[in-house]
T-cell receptor
Framework: AQKVTQAQTEISVVEKEDVTLDCVYETRDTTYYLFWYKQPPSGELVFLIRRNSFDEQNEISGRYSWNFQKSTSSFNFTITASQVVDSAVYFCALSEVTSGNTPLVFGKGTRLSVIA | DVKVTQSSRYLVKRTGEKVFLECVQDMDHENMFWYRQDPGLGLRLIYFSYDVKMKEKGDIPEGYSVSREKKERFSLILESASTNQTSMYLC??????????????FGPGTRLTVL
């Protein structure tokens, strides 16, 4: 069975600090996708990234970066120089890739509060 | 841009009422999903559908049913609402094409309160 664990329930940082959100997953599939979503106070989940299990290259997008380590089954998300607008709940998710119509398995989310 | 809309942002119903939550997507996606979100529990899958008139149970289908008569519309039905169904309900859709496989697009959510 697939499982995603986000051990950090809530994190609070001061603006401009760097923060890393942890994600550990379990799956028996050899190919899978990993995702991060952001849920701001407005409530709508926003897609941030999809990573294929074959691609272990780290990715950077502006202040956001993702570290995928297959050896430790982790897909961590770092925000550099955090801003108040980064305050949200962040979800890590997993899906298999074979069929294209299987649901995502979500972690329970990490609530990030960035204080000015 | 993909647009997923849900019929109501906020809904208040009484115990025992039949409740319909509607979701419409405008990008011809094959897959549609209903989740509920509760504090400390994350997103839990209720039902999903990968084609018209097709449905699959998710992790917590009890007390719910769904209907997908048209590709763009996926309805969640609470046959007899109960207080433990008070929650945020999120609809999502996704396509099968490999370029964006698995990426789900979410609606704004419906916060349902059952009194």
């Amino acid at each position: 069975a697939q499982k995603v664990t986000q051990a950090q329930t809530e994190i609070s940082v001061v603006e401009k600090e760097d923060v890393t959100l942890d994600c550990v997953y379990e799956t028996r599939d050899t190919t899978y996708y990993l995702f991060w979503y952001k849920q701001p106070p407005s409530g709508e989940l926003v897609f941030l990234i999809r990573r294929n299990s074959f691609d272990e290259q780290n990715e950077i997008s502006g202040r956001y970066s993702w570290n995928f380590q297959k050896s430790t089954s982790s897909f961590n998300f770092t925000i550099t120089a955090s801003q108040v607008v980064d305050s949200a709940v962040y979800f890590c998710a997993l899906s298999e890739v074979t069929s294209g119509n299987t649901p995502l398995v979500f972690g329970k989310g990490t609530r990030l509060s960035v204080i000015a | 841009d993909v647009k997923v809309t849900q019929s109501s942002r906020y809904l208040v119903k009484r115990t025992g009422e039949k409740v319909f939550l509607e979701c419409v997507q405008d990008m011809d996606h094959e897959n549609m999903f209903w989740y509920r979100q509760d504090p400390g529990l994350g997103l839990r899958l209720i039902y999903f559908s990968y084609d018209v008139k097709m449905k699959e149970k998710g992790d917590i289908p009890e007390g719910y049913s769904v209907s997908r008569e048209k590709k763009e519309r996926f309805s969640l039905i609470l046959e007899s609402a109960s207080t433990n169904q008070t929650s945020m309900y999120l609809c999502a859709s996704s396509e099968v094409a490999s370029g964006r496989r698995g990426e789900q697009f979410f609606g704004p959510g419906t916060r349902l309160t059952v009194l």
